[in-house]
């Protein structure tokens, strides 16, 4: 069974986000995270933030009931980073023109799976 977590419009433009994310995938969580934890990004803070969520998805037994799931043993199985909505904005040029800024969001999204499973 495999549980997610996501962030959705995270104030970051997703190309800073996909290496990271690119880095973590198919590694066991504990790695992850350990990874995450001394990269100097900030988009290294929201993914390592998500994949803490995936991890208490995990643990939470309303959403695996009777089951123990061992954190040593899931896997990132996808960590995708995808476009979110953007914030148009102008800036002024010279003789009168205007140039579009976009200031752009993403979503985040990380699957975790166990071992066993896959």
């Not at 996909?18 to 590694?27: N, T, W």
């Not at 695996?64 to 909505?85: F, M, Q, S, W, Y």
């Amino acid at each position: 069974m495999p549980f997610r977590a996501t962030h959705r419009n995270a104030q970051i433009s997703p190309r800073k986000v996909r290496h990271l994310a690119d880095m973590i995938r198919g590694r066991f969580a504990d790695e992850a995270l350990d990874l995450l934890k001394y990269q100097p990004h900030r988009g290294a803070r929201m993914l390592e933030k998500v994949l803490r969520s995936a991890l208490g998805n995990a643990q939470d037994p309303d959403q695996n009931p009777g089951k123990t799931i061992r954190v040593e043993r899931l896997v990132v199985v996808d960590a995708r980073v995808d476009g979110g909505p953007m914030f148009k904005r102008m800036r002024p040029r010279a003789r009168g023109m205007a140039f579009l800024i976009k200031k752009r969001m993403s979503h985040i999204h990380v699957t975790l799976e166990d071992i066993n499973e896959i």
